[in-house]
């Protein structure tokens, strides 16, 4: 299955999509949302072969959290631990709709698609008025059915997030988007941790997405490091999520996992060389392949010593070098115990009309 994003194709025959991902690490602040995105523009303009897209999320209404005691725990990548109560937490986070108008307006003149994490219906009114390439349902709203069922009837691509979901409550997430009308999804792995420990990847969970409801997957980098990244491409990922920031050791929610933002022009760079690796499932010697090649040479047969005629080939009398100057060795079962019917000096390739087979 494939399908169009922001003029990018979602497909595992084509370069798989990253998601530069500013979430909400501006807590409320447009001008540094503002100097987030123009920043991945300029990646983006430096990697023009790579597709990107810019992904974040609106979070303006604080009363989607209620008053509570409820705590969020997150640390950074020293592992230093805080903990804030998660009313104001979204509090901190949350900006205006009138505040998103001008990035959005910006993302429309610069040309770069966006991906928008949705968490009411308001927010993804919004951002299909806003011109996005695709709206998100986070992992936290995989249980969410009227948002899934919202989102989907516009029409837009959509990605769903899986989380700590059950394939069970992820195959409900994904016939209730297709119900109403979705017919562009992408399945997002997103692994379990703040930042996600190795083991607790489980990147083989790709192909079981893909191998049950054939559509296209993905994934949500929740990894200190850049590593799953690669190995997502070699699983088949058609996009990349990972979090950019200007401090990444900051201790902030979801921080931790994120990358410096300095760092996305390399890694878009590397992520196109490994699907570039790729390539295809069968080897062709005669293809015409960039840059300089080694000679590669391969053996022939040559006179171990004197040979005069009627002595036959056996390793007694052949050696094998390189270059391939006479028979190639790869014909040695064929001609072995064959006679000369010429002589052949010592150290001389042993060439066809040197030989007859025995009659």
């Given at each position: 299955?494939?399908?169009k994003?922001?003029?990018?194709?979602?497909?595992?025959?084509?370069?798989?999509?990253?998601?530069?991902?500013?979430?909400?690490?501006?807590?409320?602040?447009?001008?540094?949302?503002?100097?987030?995105?123009?920043?991945?523009?300029?990646?983006?303009?430096?990697?023009?072969?790579?597709?990107?897209?810019?992904?974040?999320?609106i979070?303006?209404?604080?009363?989607?959290?209620?008053?509570?005691?409820?705590?969020?725990?997150?640390?950074?990548?020293?592992?230093?631990?805080r903990q804030?109560?998660?009313r104001?937490l979204?509090?901190?986070?949350?900006?205006?709709?009138?505040?998103?108008?001008p990035?959005?307006?910006?993302c429309?003149?610069?040309?770069i698609?966006?991906?928008?994490?949705?968490?009411?219906?308001?927010?993804?009114d919004?951002?299909?008025?806003?011109?996005?390439?695709?709206?998100?349902?986070?992992?936290?709203?995989?249980?969410?059915?009227?948002?899934?069922?919202?989102?989907?009837?516009?029409?837009?691509?959509m990605?769903?997030?899986?989380?700590?979901?059950?394939?069970?409550?992820?195959?409900r997430?994904?016939?209730a988007?297709?119900?109403h009308?979705?017919?562009?999804?992408?399945?997002?792995?997103?692994?379990?941790?703040?930042p996600?420990?190795?083991?607790?990847?489980?990147?083989r969970?790709?192909?079981?997405?893909?191998?049950?409801?054939?559509?296209?997957?993905?994934?949500?980098?929740?990894?200190?490091?850049?590593?799953?990244?690669?190995?997502?491409?070699?699983?088949?990922?058609?996009?990349?999520?990972?979090?950019?920031?200007f401090?990444?050791?900051?201790?902030?929610?979801?921080?931790?996992y994120?990358?410096?933002?300095?760092d996305?022009?390399?890694?878009?760079?590397?992520?196109?060389d490994?699907?570039?690796?790729?390539?295809?499932?069968r080897?062709?010697?005669?293809?015409?392949?960039?840059?300089i090649?080694?000679?590669?040479?391969?053996?022939c047969?040559?006179?171990?010593?004197?040979?005069?005629?009627?002595?036959?080939?056996?390793?007694?009398?052949?050696r094998?070098?390189?270059?391939?100057?006479?028979?190639?060795?790869?014909?040695w079962?064929?001609?072995?115990?064959w006679?000369?019917?010429?002589?052949?000096?010592?150290?001389?390739p042993?060439?066809?009309?040197?030989?007859?087979?025995?009659?």
């Amino acid at each position: 299955m494939e399908f169009k994003l922001g003029g990018y194709t979602v497909s595992k025959k084509a370069p798989p999509i990253f998601f530069a991902e500013v979430g909400s690490y501006f807590n409320g602040d447009p001008l540094l949302a503002r100097n987030l995105f123009e920043k991945i523009v300029a990646a983006r303009d430096a990697n023009p072969d790579v597709p990107v897209v810019l992904k974040t999320e609106i979070l303006d209404d604080p009363e989607i959290c209620l008053p509570s005691d409820q705590t969020e725990t997150y640390q950074n990548k020293k592992g230093e631990i805080r903990q804030e109560n998660y009313r104001g937490l979204i509090e901190r986070k949350a900006m205006p709709l009138k505040d998103y108008e001008p990035l959005f307006a910006y993302c429309r003149d610069v040309n770069i698609p966006t991906v928008v994490s949705v968490y009411d219906f308001k927010a993804a009114d919004f951002a299909e008025s806003q011109g996005a390439a695709a709206l998100k349902i986070a992992s936290s709203n995989l249980v969410h059915v009227p948002l899934i069922q919202h989102v989907a009837a516009k029409g837009l691509p959509m990605v769903i997030d899986t989380g700590r979901a059950t394939l069970r409550e992820v195959a409900r997430a994904v016939e209730a988007a297709q119900s109403h009308g979705a017919s562009k999804i992408i399945v997002q792995h997103s692994p379990d941790g703040h930042p996600a420990l190795p083991e607790a990847h489980n990147l083989r969970i790709l192909q079981t997405y893909e191998d049950c409801f054939g559509l296209p997957t993905g994934l949500s980098d929740h990894y200190v490091g850049i590593e799953m990244l690669y190995m997502s491409i070699a699983l088949g990922a058609t996009v990349l999520e990972k979090g950019l920031y200007f401090d990444p050791d900051e201790l902030d929610q979801d921080i931790s996992y994120s990358m410096h933002i300095d760092d996305l022009p390399e890694v878009l760079r590397k992520t196109m060389d490994c699907w570039l690796a790729l390539g295809s499932k069968r080897r062709n010697p005669a293809q015409r392949i960039k840059g300089i090649l080694s000679s590669s040479q391969r053996q022939c047969l040559v006179a171990k010593k004197d040979l005069t005629p009627g002595m036959g080939l056996s390793f007694e009398t052949v050696r094998f070098a390189w270059p391939c100057l006479g028979i190639p060795v790869e014909h040695w079962p064929i001609v072995a115990n064959w006679n000369l019917k010429e002589s052949v000096p010592a150290g001389d390739p042993i060439q066809w009309y040197h030989v007859e087979a025995k009659k």
